[in-house]
């Protein structure tokens, strides 16, 4: 049984992801430092699956820390999703974002080399297409024309893992390109909700659905789209940890760099995701326009055919899914709700 070192698994992807590698027949071990997710997740893990794995509070900066879990663990391969997430806080804080993005990403890689693991998969990004790339993004297209340091710090990690590969041909590395992951694991034991007032639409949403916030603004109705607002691919969560255990796969009888779009290959509206989060929820979600947000693209999508000819992977699940299961997450976290679904 091959063992994944798992970077960042107490969050939101990685999460989902873990519970799909130990229900595919991988061991795992997680190394997560917690500043955006929770222990109580990789109990939770442990609940859907009912598989126990070794886990280290451990910073990807902490270079000791982390030549010790590589000394502990006999890893055949890492999927990382360690990182940084926040394009508005990238902006504030690039150093932060290039410290812990980059520099982690390189301490990782260089106790992979010391301990000959050389197989990687990489959560990296839409967000590296840029600005200039006609729709539906496709891999072959340019990368690099980056408007935030998150998303530098993206092109850059893809950038060296493409030199790594290049340097030494037992190298081998997955770099897949998500869209908007939305949604959560049907159990509703994990899923997405993050502190403060949340930067991205669907935990928006759950907030105002919630009544916590009073009404969703949406940024910009005067695009040209099908109905004047933002278009995105959001795909599921769950979709998506299907997706790194096809590329994880694949890895293990590949050499060099492989990049892989994870998206659905649909967009949809903002109006569309707020209608049908109603549809499926019954909560109505208030909403105002308000003015573009700085830096938004007004429309993009992906070419999702390679993923599905090369890793046999499409997205199974419709939006319709995804608005049901990201609030089924946020009601059970609520312990009246728990308590009736135990009775
Ligand atoms: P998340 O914040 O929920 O998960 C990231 C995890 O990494 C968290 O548990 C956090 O505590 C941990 N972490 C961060 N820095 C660390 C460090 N230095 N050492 C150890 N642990 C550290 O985010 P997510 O949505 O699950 O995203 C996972 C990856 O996918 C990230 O790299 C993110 O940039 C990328 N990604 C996310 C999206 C999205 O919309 N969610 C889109 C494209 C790419
Ligand atoms: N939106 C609103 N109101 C909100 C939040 C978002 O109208 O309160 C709109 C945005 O303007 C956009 C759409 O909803 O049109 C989606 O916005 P998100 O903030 O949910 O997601 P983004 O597409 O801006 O970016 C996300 C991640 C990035 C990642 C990118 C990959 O935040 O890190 O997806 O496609 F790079």
Request: aromatic share 10%; net charge negative; hydrophobic share 35%.
């Amino acid at each position: 049984m091959k063992t994944i070192l798992v970077t960042g698994g107490a969050g939101f992807i990685g999460s989902h992801t873990c519970v799909e590698l130990l229900q595919n027949g991988y061991r795992i071990c997680v190394v997560d430092n917690f500043c955006n997710s929770s222990p109580a997740t990789l109990d939770a893990i442990h609940e859907i699956t009912g598989k126990y794995f070794p886990s280290y509070n451990c910073d990807l900066i902490d270079e000791k820390a982390l030549a010790q879990v590589f000394q502990e663990e006999k890893i055949d391969a890492v999927i990382h999703f360690a990182g940084l997430k926040a394009v508005g806080e990238s902006v504030q804080k690039p150093t932060l974002y290039y410290r812990n993005n980059v520099t982690g990403t390189l301490n990782l890689l260089e106790q992979m080399e010391q301990n000959g693991v050389r197989r990687l998969v990489f959560s990296s990004s839409a967000t590296v297409y840029g600005e200039n790339n006609p729709i539906p993004y496709k891999e072959d297209m340019p990368t690099g024309q980056t408007t935030n340091p998150y998303g530098t710090t993206k092109a850059m990690i893809e950038q060296i893992l493409r030199d790594l590969c290049q340097s030494d041909s037992r190298w081998s590395t997955m770099l897949l390109r998500y869209f908007n992951p939305i949604g959560a694991h049907p159990s509703g034991l994990i899923g997405e909700d993050p502190n403060g007032i949340p930067n991205n639409l669907m935990p928006y949403i759950m907030r105002v659905a919630q009544g916590t916030l009073p009404y969703l603004n949406i940024f910009g109705n005067d695009y040209p789209t099908k109905d004047g607002t933002g278009v995105r691919d959001y795909i599921h969560v769950c979709d998506l940890a299907v997706g790194h255990v096809k590329a994880l796969n694949a890895l293990f009888a590949q050499e060099g760099a492989s990049v892989y779009n994870l998206g659905t290959g649909q967009g949809s509206s903002v109006l569309e995701v707020v209608k049908t989060f109603e549809q499926e929820s019954g909560v109505p979600v208030p909403y105002q326009f308000a003015p573009r947000r700085a830096g938004d693209l007004p429309e993009y999508f992906a070419d999702a055919s390679k993923a599905m000819q090369e890793l046999g992977w499409q997205a199974q699940f419709t939006l319709a899914d995804m608005c049901r299961d990201s609030w089924n997450f946020i009601k059970m976290k609520s312990p009246s709700e728990r308590e009736l679904v135990a009775k």
